[in-house]
């Protein structure tokens, strides 16, 4: 375990939600804004309404290249700086696109925003590599997301009250006082986590060396792809759930009460994994719920037909498969993370920043060829399934439901 730097020791439980507040400023950063889009196209004149999703897509996708700049900068600092940097530039990236005066100017901002926010996902995860391994980290992640997940489930909400009283500006406005809240947290209670004996200098030579562990790994790289290729099939639809409620069920007053079902749905399977995984094993878990989302996007695709298709029908498919990305992610992520301890900066920076990439290209492809209906993300579920249990397999060797033996907790660890 890394020695933790005084005078600021933290308690298990407020690890936990610290870590998961600074990994829901990314959350907040995109799920709050959805109940604006038609407002946004009406201020700045945005002629095609798919044109919207590009908010979304620079954010993430300038989120995945600075995520390969973070990682490396915290094997070299230490997480606790750049943490504070990350968090620090959230909440002048806030402001920012606060005042943009055009599309693209936003657009602009959001792709700063995206950039420097990376490290709020990348170096929180490296700090939790610092004490956990295996299937242990797979339960406080589990954990750590459900505190996540309240931000999916309440950010719509806090957006649509937003424009009820102000303008669409004034949710960025609530970013950046959210983001400045969790830094005066952070500033006073997160002690260092990086073990001095892990430090990395910033050289081409080793940050490069390092990625080449990464990519030559199996296990990880095959899970680092297939939870890429998964996180792809909810990206799909963060893109186009505006849209499908909107347009296709004509549901715009219960937007924010659907967003947060979904979302909850993912709450209560990381709740139910952080009470399972360490009994049957990270890889059983999730793979278990990579069958069963396969199995559920074939009856997407079939209620995709239905003319008119019941909105509670639709709502129910997605709950129940958007809960078995949430069996999947943190399960894949930890297993991902198992082999690079040593280099967990470098392997959390590369892992995210491949993840993102995917996820961000998957997801915008879904959400651009919506049409109307609900068919085109019902066919991205099915497919990313199939591709990501393709990586899966590759990883393992061809077996499933396996329980390698590996440390499950490194020694002296606190209890959570």
Known sequence: ???????????????????????????????????????????????????????????????????????????????????????????????????????????????????????????????????????????????????FLLVPVLAPSIGQLVLIVASWREIFHVLAVSAAGVLVWAWFRLPETLDPDYRQPIAPTVIARNWLSVVTDRQGLGYMLGAGIMMGGMFGFLNSAQQIFFDVFDAADIFPLAFACVAGSMAIANFSNSRIVERFGARRVSHTALIAFIVLSLAQLGASQLHPEPMLLFLALIALNMGMVGFTGSNFGSIAMEPFGHIAGAAASFQSFARMAVATLIGALTGQRFDGTTQPLAEGFFLTGLIGLGFILWAEHGKLFTRPRRAMLRPKQPNI
Request: with cysteine; aromatic share 6%.
């Open 1 to 147: 375990m890394a020695t933790q730097a005084k005078p600021f020791p933290m308690h298990d439980r407020e690890f936990v939600a610290l870590m998961a507040s600074i990994m829901a400023l990314n959350a907040l950063a995109i799920d709050a804004m959805l109940p604006a889009f038609p407002a946004i196209r009406a201020s700045l004149g945005v002629a095609d309404p798919n044109s919207l999703q590009y908010m979304i897509t620079s954010y993430m996708l300038a989120n995945a290249v600075g995520s390969l700049v973070a990682g490396p900068m915290s094997d070299r600092f230490g997480r606790r700086p750049m943490l504070l940097v990350s968090i620090t530039c959230s909440a002048l990236g806030g402001l920012a696109s606060a005042v943009a005066p055009t599309y693209e100017a936003l657009l602009t901002m959001r792709a700063i925003h995206g950039f420097f926010a990376a490290g709020l996902g990348v170096l929180a995860v490296s700090v939790i590599r610092d004490r956990y391994e295996g299937d242990r980290m797979a339960r406080v992640m589990s954990l750590i997301i459900i505190i």
